[in-house]
């Protein structure tokens, strides 16, 4: 099998842009938090993904549509996707040089083209005799979804290995599409977005503009009340406004990002800076109004949904792990259109607070939700018959679940993160996440050096004459970018440029002390509480970590934060309380006795629930 | 049709207990706040609701089914629960005295007898060759539900007309579920809480042992995991533990209660102490630390669902009003077997703030939900093709739903609210409600005065010798009992007693001042937020009554509650912000410059919406 060390192994590739995507390929991380991840995706949550989706049958489906005869299908109306999820990520793991387990990818590859229909075709839950028919169910049935997902999967195959397949099987799916779903065609959009990435995407590599005219279809069409009513409201599936007409995400969170990411490789591709600024608006507002401190998106259970502006109750944050991929997928999106560290600054906020939440240490159990506060150690999910988890749990992270987006998704999100950390302009490069390792761009060689984010020192030194600008944090105090003999300050939430020599380095720093943070007093939820954070991770504290019989819902903050023995410390006292009160409400309810302050230490968030049962809170109530 | 005036005309009628309920038929209501709301829910709401189940085809249902052809099931699984209210709250206005539609209740019941199955079955959605079969579903299938409120509207029929026909059916019902899930039947319970209800009612009624014993055996067989597992969890549908293990309610707020009822029933009926108390203690933490201001119960939209300890947040507030009316069950039922005060006290928050908050002033729409905090006027529910909400909106009343339990649940308990104001016992009555009206005892008449909750003065006159005690609310100060000549301070939270002679009157006073309420700190989503209280009526403030351009999510209290002109007033001042913050976190976010005071009025809570699209708060942050 062919590998490509090229520009060409980027997931995303947009014909044009501030900045442009280097690829997989031309990256080689070294170790440090997101390199031991990405390791931790191949080896562990990959295979890990792979046994359960063998396991429940969601891979013998394809097995069983190649073989054309009646068959029950297994799991929900997206369990393909989830393969295609696993074929992108082992992709991507081939694209960056890693050893992935080629025959049970060929194996794979083989089935789901097998399965694939003469006429393009391809969705193992619909259209056969035995089966409802094809397109019956937009609201529920994700066909359009899923062969989404098989696009992005089928361009990562071919990037990262030549191999034209699946990106083959792609453009007759994405034909047929093109057919049912033209501007002559059946006037429908899918429940969930997803398509639209993929039909961008196959149009980036084939050059075919009826794949972008397509998507362009579905993205002016969603908003115009083609799906039927639901009760959880047609911004559900964001088909209550048209996408150039709303002014903040809503809805399903995961499908309100993905449409977001789609439209913006649509306006990218199109040239429509209407549309571009119409999104850059949503996404501003959203970070500034429907966003956790996490970087999470989704504070409602029911419908997985963004809430309204300020509602953000750390107890029912839902903050799928799914909607911090996706958000990571649309910021990446503005980032390379635009060159804002902004965007790139959402991204590390969340990859470091959704994303490293999601899988444990051991990469074989995730957090579907990500909660800011667990109250319980009781609130396990349902399980199976097959051991699976009905739903996603907040109180700990379970093996699989019956909806089991997140392990593949996360997944493939580890497998291509090189290609997030670095980009390239005509002017010179751009370092977004330090991710330490050693980068090949269009200027040259360079590699970057760093403990981050447990220093605040990243050291750049470059094989080639190039121009760097390294993004500068928005909350780094005192940076100085050191240069020969030069440090000088520089400005927080832009990038530092400088002029690197053959052999120079160059090195950011800025203290990383632990920080009090306080929330904008309209998120009802947090008033009078504070949070922690130490450079881009959201610190929490742990009923593990407090003094034994202490109860976290009584505890109060006094003072800190400050580091002692390199963990961050933060001082609490207990409430007092004279018994039940018969009625939470009345003229006296207000104030407690406190007892004596202890210091306690704070966990990194992603961490949490990593030492058994307990109960967590981010955001702590203050004292007096 | 024979109009029974007797103490047999009561919803509950217990064999045991500290008081006993005088019944509907001996109670006339004379106007004031509630009695104008019966005469609403005679005159406007049952027939609004009759004509909405008549147009959706829930009426249809059963003369589809008595016509044993293949039909088309309209509604839901619950649908003909509805119908079943709907006699039943005509049942009591019958008892009441009031003018009923005989002719269309005489054409329901006809058509529910006939749509009766030769075994007793009844349910016009299961076991027809063309449905699905008799007790396939029993997590959705609602078959046992339906039957409860058959059997509650068939006691309530006979109890108010003396008619027996429904009254005979209900036992041919009864003595099919005996059949089909006694002790060596079907070892399985319904995913809903009612039929306990209904048995309990029908045994009352009957005599018949084996409908109390079935009822028994229901409350024990639930929590032993006969319910399939689903993705809410087990609690859910209080699954997860035996009723007499539980130490709080949990799961579905409205499953919860009516089961909490029923086996409160069957607690007093079989005298099992441990049960009751066990219950008596599940009521008291469950208002300690799981209930609303107002009386209501459910914080998770989701599932419609107990939140967790202290999880009231007001903007998710979901306090059903069917969980409202299940509340009033559930602490009627407390009342009647200790005569506790506190159980009275909470039918009355109940009572003012979420069954008078559900129907609008001419009867013709409903809140599903009713939050405490609506932040957007826009918030609109689903509408479908028949005009009818999809789900529970909460910035508005809506004409009808697809499920539709609360206005039919409404209606039912306002027909009946007479019996719940006043019971009798050996040593004398009891005045837990002050409605104005005549009230026929087993000591004689006696009538309440009041233009209450205007005015804090409660008039008592007796006909007869007899020893009353009136209900002194907690909040109330500087109460007295005038009595004769005297003044005697009286005790809060307590019955007050006197023993009136023939002619003479009691007067209950205590001063209805507006005050303001603070919450215990653990109920994070109002920390730093006050509520005002007048009476027993919570107050919220609504946009309408702001300063124009005042946004209400920017204000804070400085200062209040006064009365002025009538009104409560309370000063307010705008939080100025100096434009969108693009991170709503950081270390300056938790002050903000404000503007002047202003002095707003306040709204009683259950009149709010009623002036056109608003948004509202209970609770308000307060300044500094």
């Given at each position: 099998?062919?590998?490509?060390?090229?520009?060409?192994?980027?997931?995303?590739?947009?014909?044009?842009?501030?900045?442009?995507?280097?690829?997989?390929?031309?990256?080689?991380?070294?170790?440090?938090?997101?390199?031991?991840?990405?390791?931790?995706?191949?080896?562990?949550?990959?295979?890990?993904?792979?046994?359960?989706?063998?396991?429940?049958?969601?891979?013998?489906?394809?097995?069983?549509?190649?073989?054309?005869?009646?068959?029950?299908?297994?799991?929900?109306?997206?369990?393909?996707?989830?393969?295609y999820?696993?074929?992108?990520?082992m992709?991507w793991?081939?694209?960056?040089?890693?050893?992935?387990?080629?025959?049970?990818?060929?194996?794979?590859?083989?089935?789901?083209?097998?399965a694939?229909?003469?006429d393009?075709?391809?969705?193992?839950?619909?259209?056969r005799?035995?089966?409802?028919?094809?397109?019956s169910d937009?609201?529920?049935?994700?066909?359009?979804?899923?062969?989404?997902?098989?696009?992005?999967a089928?361009?990562?195959?071919?990037?990262?290995?030549?191999?034209?397949?699946l990106?083959?099987?792609?453009r007759?799916?994405?034909?047929?599409?093109?057919?049912?779903?033209?501007?002559?065609?059946?006037?429908r959009?899918?429940?969930?977005?997803?398509?639209?990435?993929?039909?961008?995407?196959?149009?980036?590599?084939?050059?075919?503009?009826?794949?972008?005219?397509?998507?362009?279809?579905?993205?002016?069409?969603r908003?115009?009340?083609?799906?039927?009513?639901?009760?959880?409201?047609?911004?559900?599936?964001?088909?209550?406004?048209?996408?150039?007409?709303?002014d903040?995400?809503?809805?399903?969170?995961?499908?309100?990002l993905?449409?977001?990411?789609?439209?913006?490789?649509?306006?990218?591709?199109?040239?429509?800076?209407?549309?571009?600024?119409?999104?850059?608006?949503?996404?501003?507002?959203?970070?500034?109004?429907?966003?956790?401190?996490?970087?999470?998106?989704?504070?409602?259970?029911?419908?997985?949904?963004?809430?309204?502006?300020?509602?953000?109750p750390?107890?029912?944050?839902?903050?799928?792990?799914?909607?911090?991929?996706?958000?990571?997928?649309?910021?990446?999106?503005?980032?390379l259109?635009?060159?804002?560290?902004?965007?790139?600054?959402l991204?590390?906020?969340?990859?470091?607070?959704?994303?490293?939440?999601?899988?444990?240490?051991?990469?074989?159990?995730?957090?579907?939700a990500?909660?800011?506060?667990?109250?319980?150690?009781?609130?396990?999910?349902?399980?199976?018959?097959?051991?699976?988890?009905?739903?996603?749990?907040a109180?700990?992270?379970?093996?699989?679940?019956?909806?089991?987006?997140?392990?593949?998704?996360?997944?493939?999100?580890l497998?291509g993160?090189?290609?997030?950390a670095?980009?390239?302009?005509?002017a010179?490069?751009q370092?977004?996440?330090?991710?330490?390792?050693?980068?090949?761009?269009?200027?040259?060689?360079?590699?970057?050096?760093?403990?981050?984010?447990?220093?605040?020192?990243?050291?750049?030194?470059?094989?080639?004459?190039m121009?760097?600008?390294?993004?500068?944090?928005?909350?780094?105090?005192?940076?100085?970018?050191?240069?020969?003999?030069?440090?000088?300050?520089?400005?927080?939430?832009?990038?530092?440029?400088?002029?690197?020599e053959?052999?120079?380095?160059?090195?950011l720093?800025?203290?990383?002390?632990?920080?009090?943070?306080?929330?904008?007093?309209r998120?009802?939820?947090?008033?009078?509480?504070?949070?922690?954070?130490r450079?881009?991770?959201?610190?929490?504290?742990?009923?593990?970590?407090?003094?034994?019989?202490?109860?976290?819902?009584?505890?109060?903050?006094?003072?800190?934060?400050?580091?002692?023995?390199?963990?961050?410390?933060?001082?609490?006292?207990?409430?007092?309380r004279?018994?039940?009160?018969?009625?939470?409400?009345?003229?006296?309810?207000?104030?407690?006795?406190?007892?004596?302050?202890a210091?306690?230490?704070?966990?990194r968030?992603?961490?949490?629930?990593?030492?058994?049962?307990?109960?967590?809170?981010?955001?702590?109530?203050?004292?007096?």
């Open positions: 099998m062919i590998h490509l060390s090229s520009a060409r192994t980027s997931p995303v590739r947009p014909r044009t842009g501030a900045v442009r995507p280097i690829g997989v390929g031309r990256v080689r991380l070294d170790g440090g938090f997101w390199g031991t991840r990405q390791e931790l995706a191949t080896r562990a949550i990959v295979p890990h993904a792979m046994e359960w989706m063998r396991r429940l049958g969601w891979i013998q489906n394809f097995e069983s549509a190649a073989a054309r005869g009646p068959y029950e299908h297994r799991g929900r109306e997206f369990a393909d996707s989830e393969v999820k696993l074929i992108e990520a992709s793991d081939i694209g960056r040089g890693a050893e992935v387990d080629e025959e049970t990818l060929e194996r794979l590859i083989g089935v789901v083209l097998a694939q229909e003469p393009g075709y391809l969705h193992t839950l619909f259209g005799p035995w089966q409802r028919p094809r397109y937009f609201q529920w049935g994700h066909e359009l979804y899923c062969f989404g997902h098989f696009l992005q089928a361009v990562a195959h071919v990037r990262a290995t030549g191999d034209t397949r990106c083959e099987a792609a007759r799916l994405a034909d047929h599409v093109c057919t049912m779903f033209g501007a002559d065609g059946l006037n959009v899918c429940g969930h977005a997803e398509i639209e990435l993929g039909l961008v995407e196959l149009y980036r590599e084939t050059g075919v503009d009826r794949y972008l005219e397509q998507a362009r279809i579905f993205i002016e069409r908003g115009t009340g083609t799906i039927p009513l639901h009760e959880f409201g047609q911004a559900f599936w964001q088909d209550d406004l048209p996408v150039r007409d709303a903040v995400l809503r809805g399903h969170a995961v499908r309100a993905y449409l977001a990411a789609g439209a913006a490789d649509v306006a990218v591709e199109t040239g429509d800076a209407e549309l571009l600024e119409a999104l850059r608006g949503q996404w501003a507002r959203t970070v500034a109004r429907r966003t956790y401190i996490t970087g999470g998106m989704g504070s409602h259970h029911m419908d997985e949904a963004f809430g309204e502006d300020f509602v953000l750390p107890d029912r944050s839902y903050c799928e792990s799914c909607a911090g991929v996706a958000s990571v997928m649309f910021s990446w999106r503005l980032l259109a635009t060159g804002e560290a902004k965007y790139a600054e991204i590390e906020r969340t990859l470091f607070n959704v994303i490293a939440t999601c899988p444990s240490r051991d990469g074989r159990s995730f957090f579907y990500n909660t800011l506060h667990q109250r319980g150690t009781h609130t396990q999910p349902a399980i199976d018959d097959d051991g699976v988890a009905i739903r996603g749990g109180s700990g992270r379970q093996p699989w679940f019956e909806v089991s987006c997140c392990p593949p998704n996360v997944a493939r999100t497998a993160l090189g290609a997030y670095v980009t390239e302009s005509d010179g490069v370092i977004h996440q330090y991710l330490p390792g050693s980068y090949d761009t269009a200027h040259g060689r360079f590699r970057i050096e760093s403990a981050y984010p447990d220093e605040g020192r990243i050291l750049v030194q470059a094989e080639a004459p121009t760097i600008g390294i993004r500068v944090p928005t909350w780094a105090e005192a940076a100085v970018l050191r240069h020969g003999e030069c440090a000088t300050p520089v400005v927080a939430g832009a990038y530092a440029e400088c002029i690197l053959p052999g120079a380095t160059a090195i720093e800025f203290a990383l002390e632990p920080r009090r943070t306080s929330a904008d007093e998120i009802d939820a947090i008033r009078g509480c504070v949070a922690f954070e450079g881009p991770e959201v610190l929490a504290l742990e009923s593990v970590d407090l003094p034994e019989q202490w109860a976290l819902e009584d505890v109060v903050v006094t003072g800190g934060p400050r580091v002692q023995d390199g963990d961050t410390v933060v001082d609490v006292a207990l409430r007092s004279g018994g039940e009160v018969a009625w939470p409400y009345g003229s006296d309810r207000g104030g407690r006795e406190r007892g004596g302050s210091p306690v230490r704070l966990t968030y992603h961490d949490w629930a990593e030492r058994g049962p307990s109960t967590m809170r981010v955001w702590i109530p203050l004292a007096g």
